[in-house]
């Protein structure tokens, strides 16, 4: 079956702009998590959703927001860009309602770099 | 979230068996461990879990001491595939319902041709 899919891979957006990056979970799968990577933090957990309602969410501003539509799809959007987040943001999905041994899939990320 | 420790790397000849160690003194009786590997360009990927029992699967296996404050990731066989970074994570009662997952640093693995 298909894996994650997120798009676009590579992104290239101004300091100010706002950006809307997506994610297409694997095929029954209604839980989608999103996390940035980046070399001084490492991996950080940003939120989650799961039909379409957020449960969770990380240490991160309002400037980033996200959404999981119907068919368990979901976007996030980081507004008002700064240098900082210059990263790879990658996405999970998994089966949910979470059984707390679930595993998680991800994709291969989009790369976010803020000039 | 419970806290583990990993080396930060380790190096391995090819075809030579791997341990990684993971301590986490802190776990509680209802964590589960898990590993999960990220290899250069990829976004990280399952390798195993388990709560209390030693765990095999195609990819590794997962030695739980009795206490279960750590555990070791065995890789029988590495191959140059295997270079990545492995991260131990505990989940816990806490992440019931949901889905967040708390990455360490990780151990970088090496492997020598």
């Known amino acids: 079956k298909a894996g994650v899919t997120q798009t676009p891979r590579y992104l290239i957006k101004t300091r100010g702009q706002q950006v809307t990056l997506s994610c297409s979970p694997i095929s029954g799968h209604r839980s989608v998590s999103w996390y940035q990577q980046t070399p001084g933090q490492g991996l950080q957990f940003l939120f989650e959703?799961?039909?379409?309602?957020?449960?969770n969410k990380g240490n991160f501003p309002g400037r980033f927001s996200g959404r999981q539509f119907s068919n368990s799809r979901s976007e996030m959007n980081v507004s008002t860009l700064e240098l900082g987040d210059s990263a790879l943001y990658l996405c999970a999905s998994s089966l949910g309602p979470a059984p707390i041994s679930t595993e998680a899939f991800f994709g291969q990320g989009t790369r976010l770099t803020v000039v | 979230d419970a806290k583990t420790t990993q080396p930060n790397s380790m190096e391995s000849n090819e075809e030579e068996p791997v341990h990684l160690p993971c301590n986490h003194s802190?776990?509680?009786?209802?964590?589960?461990i898990h590993w999960y590997r990220q290899l250069p360009s990829q976004g990280p990927e399952y390798v195993i879990h388990?709560?209390?029992s030693n765990v095999n699967n195609r990819m590794a296996s997962l030695a739980i001491a009795e206490d279960r404050k750590s555990s070791t990731l065995i890789l029988h066989r590495a191959t140059l595939r295997d270079a990545a970074v492995y991260y131990c994570?505990?989940?816990?009662?806490?992440?019931?319902?949901?889905?967040?997952?708390?990455f360490g640093t990780g151990t970088r693995l090496t492997i020598i041709p």
């Open positions: 994570i505990l989940r816990g009662q806490s992440n019931f319902g949901n889905e967040k997952l708390t």
């Open positions: 388990g709560l209390t």
């Open positions: 959703y799961f039909s379409e309602t957020q449960r």
């Open positions: 802190t776990i509680s009786g209802t964590d589960y």
